[in-house]
C-alpha cells in the first residue's frame, strides 16, 4: 500500500479538490491511505480566532470559517448532502473548545486541529459521490501522542497496535485520514508541531510498511532555494534522507523536519510531486548517494538573537551553559544557531512573542540579556567559493558561522 498527503494549497479550491480527487481516483486500487491537511489557510485562521477570542471578537471570524467550509461544500457536494450536518457538528464542537481548557497550548490544539477534521471530511464525501469508494477515519483514534501540546510525542508502540485495524480497510476502500492531530492517554487531541501533516503521513506509513510516501505540493519537487527569492533555484530529482533530514533541520520548508527518520529507518522511500502536473518526474529522497549536490540556501525569517551576559566578569563556563539550557528546555524553546564568547552566550531561535517574552524574563534572573527580533537567519549548506562569498559579505550581519560545509549568518531584515 501507498500513502499520499496533500496540503492546504493542494485542498484550497473546489477545482483543487477535484483535482486532487482525480489523483487519488487514478491510484484508488492500489491500496491507498490519504493525509490531508487544512483547507487553504484555514490553520491561520484558527489561530486568529484564538486571539481574538480572549476580547470576544472571534464571532464574525468563526463565521467566516463556517461560510469558507459550506461553500466548499455546497460546490462539491450539492446544498442537501449529510457532510453538512456533520460540518456543522464539528463547528459547534470547536467552539465549545474555546470555552475550555485554561492550558493555553491545549485549547490551542483541541480548536485549531479542527482544521483537518472539516477538509478531510468535505474530501472524503466528495471521493464517495463521485464513485470512488473512501472512508474517513478519524487519525486520533489511531495516533497515539502524550500530552506534551502542540509539539506531541508519539506514542509509537500504542500506534502501531492501534493501526492494525486499518489494514483490512485498505483492502477495498481509500482511508481518507487527518494529518497533524493526534490524542493523549486522556483522550484529549495533540498537535504534532505546526506543518505536521507530513509527519503524520510518514507515521502511518512506518506503522503500516508502506511501499512509498508521496506528499503532493504546489512545487515541481524539492529545490535548493526558494525559486520566489532565487529564481535560478534548481530542482533535486534525487536526494539522501541524511541530506534531506539536514535540510530540514536547518529550516527548509518543502518537508516536515520529523518527516524523515521514520521513513529512513525502514528504507521507506519519500516523493515529492506536483499536484498541478504528476507527470513531472519531481524529486525521490531515498537511501542513495549523490555526487555534487549544488548549494542548499535556506532563509528563516521571523527569527530572535537572544545574549545572555554574566553579571559578575567571569567566564561562560559549563554550569551557566547548562543553566541556560535548562531554561530553555522548560519553556520548550529549540536553538537555530548558537555561539559563545568569553562573557556572553548568544543564541538564535525562531519568534513566538508570548513564550520568547516569558523565556527572557526566566533568563533575567541568572544574566543580563539582550535581544533582537525581526532578523533572519540563512543557511548556505554545501556551499562554494562564490555562495560562501555572497552570504559571507552581507550587510547587518549580527552573527556568522560556519563549519567545512555550512555557512550561517544572521542578518537584519
Not at 486500487?29 to 484564538?50: D, Q, R
Not at 463565521?63 to 459547534?92: I, R
Not at 483492502?171 to 495533540?190: K, N, W
Amino acid at each position: 500500500m501507498k500513502v499520499f498527503k496533500f496540503g492546504g494549497a493542494s485542498v484550497s479550491k473546489p477545482d483543487a479538490v477535484r483535482n486532487a480527487a482525480g489523483i487519488i481516483e487514478d491510484h484508488a486500487s492500489k491500496g491507498l491511505l490519504v493525509v490531508v491537511s487544512a483547507m487553504g489557510k484555514t490553520t491561520n485562521a484558527l489561530e486568529a480566532v484564538l486571539r481574538l477570542s480572549t476580547t470576544g471578537q472571534h464571532h464574525e471570524e468563526i463565521q467566516k470559517l463556517w461560510q469558507y467550509h459550506l461553500d466548499m461544500a455546497q460546490a462539491l457536494v450539492g446544498q442537501d448532502h449529510p457532510v453538512q450536518t456533520e460540518l456543522k457538528a464539528l463547528f459547534d464542537s470547536m467552539t465549545l473548545a474555546l470555552e475550555g481548557h485554561t492550558d493555553p497550548d491545549c485549547k490551542y490544539d483541541q480548536v485549531v486541529s479542527h482544521g483537518e477534521l472539516f477538509s478531510t471530511k468535505i474530501l472524503a464525501a466528495f471521493l464517495q459521490s463521485v464513485g470512488v469508494p473512501a472512508v474517513w477515519v478519524d487519525a486520533r483514534q489511531y495516533v497515539v501522542s502524550d500530552s506534551n501540546y502542540r509539539e506531541g510525542k508519539v506514542d509509537w508502540a500504542a500506534t502501531r497496535q492501534r493501526m492494525k485495524s486499518l489494514t483490512p480497510m485498505l483492502a477495498d476502500q481509500v482511508v481518507i485520514t487527518q494529518g497533524f492531530i493526534a490524542s493523549d492517554p486522556a483522550g484529549l487531541t495533540v498537535t504534532l508541531g505546526r506543518d505536521g501533516s507530513d509527519y503524520s503521513a510518514a507515521i502511518f506509513a512506518a506503522c503500516l510498511g508502506a511501499e512509498s510516501v508521496t506528499i503532493w505540493k504546489d512545487v515541481p519537487g524539492v529545490m535548493n532555494a526558494d525559486p520566489k527569492r532565487i529564481p535560478s533555484a534548481r530542482i533535486f530529482h534525487e536526494l539522501p534522507f541524511k541530506e534531506a533530514a539536514e535540510m530540514t533541520y536547518f529550516g527548509a520548508s518543502v518537508i516536515h523536519p520529523k518527516t524523515i527518520k521514520p521513513l529512513a529507518n525502514q528504507s521507506i522511500p519519500l516523493y515529492v510531486k506536483n499536484f498541478d502536473d504528476p507527470t513531472l518526474e519531481g524529486t525521490i529522497i531515498h537511501e542513495c548517494y549523490v555526487d555534487r549536490l549544488p548549494p542548499l540556501v535556506v532563509f528563516k525569517e521571523n527569527q530572535c538573537l537572544i545574549s545572555c551576559k554574566v553579571t559578575d566578569y567571569s567566564f561562560i563556563n559549563e554550569h551557566q551553559m547548562g543553566t541556560i539550557f535548562n531554561v530553555l528546555s522548560a519553556h520548550k524553546v529549540k536553538i537555530n544557531v548558537m555561539q559563545n564568547s568569553a562573557i556572553t552566550f548568544s543564541f538564535c531561535v525562531d519568534f513566538q512573542e508570548a513564550r520568547i517574552n516569558r523565556l527572557i524574563e526566566a533568563l533575567s534572573r541568572d544574566f543580563e540579556v539582550y535581544y533582537n527580533t525581526g532578523l533572519t537567519l540563512i543557511t548556505v549548506k554545501n556551499y562554494d567559493a562564490h555562495t560562501f562569498q555572497e552570504y559571507h559579505s552581507l550587510d547587518g550581519v549580527l552573527l556568522e558561522q560556519s563549519s567545512r560545509s555550512t555557512l550561517q549568518v544572521l542578518v537584519k531584515g
